[in-house]
T-cell receptor, first 116, second 112 residues
Framework: DAGVTQSPTHLIKTRGQQVTLRCSPK?????VSWYQQALGQGPQFIFQ???????QRGNFPDRFSGHQFPNYSSELNVNALLLGDSALYLC???????????????FGPGTRLLVL | QKEVEQDPGPLSVPEGAIVSLNCTYS??????FMWYRQYSRKGPELLMY????GNKEDGRFTAQVDKSSKYISLFIRDSQPSDSATYLC????????????FGSGTRLQVQP
């Protein structure tokens, strides 16, 4: 059973550029959440997608946007990159139950983004 | 003040020791509590998942939740060098549709 996969594993960009990160959820999962983890810190919630819509959003600017596809995979887009966007970007998947309950989240290996 | 506080360590113990890792939180709405283990340059791996107050045991790991004190703990018995990692506590108001709020992580080193 494949777990959560993310691509690419590493990425180097310059300030002002745009980046797209990709995530495939664990088999059977329908909900994808994205987190940003700065060095030495815990992950911070960016947003969550369910049924191809953004269901919840953390305290991140509009430069951060996302998308979920019919096969439940997801993309995270960041525009106008800043040096402070350098971090490990984590995707987590989960299953939203029939009453809206959700199993806990399982994380992928992350994409390490360096902005120069 | 952060919603979830966690001592960053590093915590260094000899092999075989009992390890105690802790988090405190301020949001009384948190109902679901998780512990993740993260090896260097890897994604977090779920270790334990508990609901509300009480204890849960899984092999060498025991998770405790005391909602009245807003305090959660993870105990590791017979610690091994392979347990050396960063341990992150995480919590959520409910399992449905909610973001996880993480502590900053405690770095653990188990010396052989």
């Amino acid at each position: 059973d494949a777990g959560v996969t993310q691509s690419p594993t590493h990425l180097i960009k310059t300030r002002g550029q745009q980046v797209t990160l990709r995530c495939s959820p664990k088999s059977g999962h329908d909900t994808v959440s994205w987190y940003q983890q700065a060095l030495g810190q815990g992950p911070q919630f960016i947003f969550q997608y369910y049924e191809e819509e953004e269901r919840q959003r953390g305290n991140f600017p509009d430069r951060f946007s996302g998308h979920q596809f019919p096969n439940y995979s997801s993309e995270l887009n960041v525009n106008a990159l800043l040096l402070g966007d350098s971090a490990l970007y984590l995707c987590a998947s989960s299953l939203s139950g029939p009453r809206g309950e959700q199993e806990t989240q399982y994380f992928g290996p992350g994409t390490r983004l360096l902005v120069l | 003040q952060k919603e979830v506080e966690q001592d960053p360590g590093p915590l260094s113990v000899p092999e075989g020791a009992i390890v105690s890792l802790n988090c405190t939180y301020s949001n009384s709405a948190f109902q679901y509590f998780m512990w993740y283990r993260q090896y260097s340059r890897k994604g977090p791996e779920l270790l334990m998942y508990t609901y509300s107050s009480g204890n849960k045991e899984d092999g060498r790991f025991t998770a405790q939740v005391d909602k009245s004190s807003k305090y959660i703990s993870l105990f590791i018995r017979d610690s091994q060098p392979s347990d050396s990692a960063t341990y992150l506590c995480a919590m959520s108001p409910d399992t449905g549709r909610r973001a996880l709020t993480f502590g900053s992580g405690t770095r653990l080193q188990v010396q052989p």
